[in-house]
């Protein structure tokens, strides 16, 4: 029904600023939630971010919070991920996931989200 494509990564130094976006192909992210995930090599996929875009509600990871911050944009059909003060463990490839049906105990599972993009690395160098 909607397909995510994420853009934005690159490399930055330790306490830079990246921007993320995740732009729907397909149908709109309208009544969806739209997520950040993120995984490093070895690593399990990890919640970052989410929001309900029906109430606007937001939600974040101890570990991000304070330093990102994600927004939407509805005339472009974007999610966005403010990336800052970021760290070398924030160094993952990011993947943007959305569902219509997430329950808000399921929020933070993968599992919960049935559409993914194809993810963007985030190198941050120190």
């Known amino acids: 029904q909607v397909q995510p494509v994420e853009s934005g990564g690159g490399l930055v130094q330790t306490g830079g600023s990246l921007r993320l976006s995740c732009a729907a192909s397909?149908?709109?992210?309208?009544?969806?939630?739209v997520a950040w995930f993120r995984q490093a090599p070895g690593e399990d996929r990890e919640f970052v971010t989410a929001?309900?875009?029906?109430?606007?509600?937001?939600y974040y990871s101890d570990s991000v919070k304070g330093r990102f911050t994600i927004s939407r944009d509805n005339a472009k059909n974007t999610v966005y991920l403010q990336m800052n003060s970021l760290k070398p463990e924030d160094t993952a490839t990011y993947f943007c996931?959305?569902?219509?049906?997430?329950?808000?105990?399921?929020?933070?599972?993968?599992?919960?989200?049935?559409?993914w993009g194809q993810g963007t690395q985030v190198t941050v160098s120190s």
């Open positions: 397909g149908r709109t992210f309208s009544g969806y939630t």
């Open positions: 996931a959305a569902g219509n049906t997430v329950i808000l105990s399921s929020i933070r599972r993968p599992d919960a989200y049935y559409y």
């Open positions: 929001i309900r875009l029906r109430g606007d509600y937001t």
